[in-house]
Structures are given as C-alpha cells and as structure tokens.
C-alpha cells in the first residue's frame, strides 16, 4: 500500500512558477513509476509528466515540456513538479500518481495509487 500526500498549489500569476510536492509512504518509492496529472473544471483528467523508475527517462505532455519539470527525491520518498512560465491554462488541480509497473505512463487507468490533489490557480 502506499498513500500519496501532495502540498504546494496556491494562486500564481501568469509568467510565475509554483513547486508542487507528493510525498510517498512505503519502502519501494525508488523502484515506483511516479506521475503528475491534472483535470481542469468540465475537463477529463489529462498526463502532464511522469517517470517510469528513479533515473529512468522522464516524460511530458507537450503542452508542458520545456516549463515543466519532474524530479525525485528517493531519500525524502517525494517527487515534485517544478512549474514555469506558468499560463492560466496550467489552472487544474494536479494529482500526484503512482504504479509499480505500469504499460503506458501516460496513462492514469495505469496507475493504482493516488493523492488528494493540490489546487493550482493561474492569474492572467
């Protein structure tokens, strides 16, 4: 079992940046896909970024890549998503997401363990 606990959204304006955390419970964080998704409101939950294991190649939706950046921390048992050049389109709340082994990363049905959310609202 492993329970996911995010921290960190909050209101930014546009052009700021916003580091959102999920801290994990467990022994086996380090061998775990780990993942960011987001649902707007009157939107499905859409991928934004993921890692298939610590030190394995980590991907992005393209409507993030290049502003958006995952990484871990094995020794905290956190992942964390570091936000720039944030838009008022990034406003969702963000989910933090974990699998042992999942197929397809970008996919949130891969996925067996999940946060809370965190709120993240862009102002123009």
């Known amino acids: 079992q492993v329970q996911l606990v995010e921290s960190g959204g909050g209101l930014v304006q546009a052009g700021g940046s916003r580091r959102l955390s999920c801290a994990a419970s467990g022994r086996t964080f380090s061998s775990y896909a780990m993942a960011w998704f987001r649902q707007a409101p009157g939107k499905e939950r859409e991928f934004v970024a993921a890692?298939?294991?610590?030190?394995?190649?980590?991907y992005y939706a393209a409507s993030v890549k290049g502003r958006f950046t995952l990484s871990r921390d094995n020794a905290e048992s956190t992942v964390y998503l570091q936000m720039n050049s944030l838009k008022p389109e990034d406003t969702a709340v963000y989910y933090c997401a974990a699998a042992p082994n999942p197929v397809v990363v970008t996919t949130g049905a891969e996925y067996d363990y999940w946060g809370q959310g965190t709120q993240v609202t862009v102002s123009s």
């Open positions: 890692n298939r294991r610590s030190g394995g190649m980590t």
